[in-house]
């Protein structure tokens, strides 16, 4: 008869061993494909991640829709899952995480085996609707285990299958769906983010002028900030602009590939300085300063397109 002892090392064997083929199931299509929430892997080389990938369709070379992560000593991503045998989702670390696609020749052995993406199955009998991403610069969409298979940007088209779905977990609702932009994958998105009207052009905003916006196409970290404001930069409190998109960023620096301080809603009011505009001319958009006390200087940016001055 086997000692207590021994029965002991058996249950936790076979809990490593099921634990370990959980992390195996998976593939293209399958199931399920559990995996542990960290999973480090060297890199080889510095390589790009991108942020949307698509099979026999062009890498999406727009301006910050896509990062260069640099090799370094001892640097590593959380590799997340496989998508095919070319390309891996993987994730930067940190609480600015940033989840993409990279090469898998970029990638050293990852700490722990990885399954492969889930395919989201919509149903052809239910009402369709479609829906816009109006003001948010970027929005996951993910599998159903909230895993990331690409990004929606401003103007993109989702389409809705059916009503949205509560979220148990933060008491969210979700679309399921396809989206289109360059994602072209079918998956889930926050309806909180989704507008039933396309997205309104940016000449129904009011534009900037030639004596408000930025005379020259400086990065966007040479904005002038803190005691350097210009006089007539200076904090006016009079000066407020309501948000007409459905949703809208607040941004770190006047561009949306800088981090994402918070969201503002349809008929928020903002303010802090007045007409202080920001020709991005990388993205071709016009950003406005608002005074925030998320941002380390307290100057935040939003779309210009996105605020009706009040």
């Not at 949307?52 to 890498?59: D, E, L």
């Not at 600015?96 to 050293?108: I, K």
């Not at 479609?130 to 929005?139: A, F, N, P, S, V």
């Not at 350097?228 to 561009?255: D, F, H, I, M």
Request: hydrophobic letters at 35%.
């Amino acid at each position: 008869m086997a000692s207590k002892k021994t029965r002991r090392r058996g249950v936790t064997v076979a809990a490593v061993s099921l634990a370990s083929a959980a992390l195996l199931i998976g593939g293209a299509g399958g199931a399920a494909a559990a995996q542990a929430p960290t999973n480090p892997a060297p890199l080889k080389k510095s390589c790009t991640l991108w942020f949307n990938y698509t099979p026999h369709r062009a890498m999406d070379k727009t301006p910050g829709h896509s990062v260069t992560v640099a090799k370094g000593n001892g640097r590593t991503v959380n590799y997340r899952y496989n998508w095919d045998a070319h390309y891996a989702v993987v994730s930067t670390w940190g609480s600015g995480a940033v989840w993409g696609f990279m090469n898998r020749s970029c990638l050293g052995k990852p700490e722990h085996a990885v399954g492969g993406r889930l395919t989201e199955h919509l149903s052809s009998g239910v009402a369709k609707h479609t829906r816009y991403l109006c003001g948010q610069q970027t929005l996951y969409v993910r599998d159903h285990q909230q895993r990331v298979i690409g990004r929606l940007y401003h103007g993109d088209r989702f389409t809705q299958y059916g009503k949205t779905r509560k979220m148990k977990k933060d008491n969210g609702r979700i679309a399921v769906g396809y989206a289109y932009g360059q994602v072209h994958k079918a998956g889930r998105v926050y309806a909180k983010y989704l507008s039933t009207k396309p997205c309104p052009s940016a000449a129904t905003a009011a534009p900037a002028t030639a004596a408000t916006a930025a005379p020259a196409p400086a990065p966007a970290s040479a904005a002038a900030s803190g005691a350097n404001l210009p006089a007539s930069r200076a904090v006016a409190a009079s000066c407020q602009y309501k948000v007409t998109w459905p949703v809208a960023g607040v941004y770190e620096q006047p561009s949306n590939a800088s981090t994402l301080l918070k969201d503002k809603r349809a008929g928020n009011v903002v303010g802090g300085y007045c007409d202080w505009t920001y020709y991005n001319t990388t993205e071709g958009n016009t950003y406005l300063a608002v005074a925030t006390d998320s941002a380390a200087d307290g100057i935040g940016w939003m779309r210009r397109d996105a605020l009706v001055k009040l």
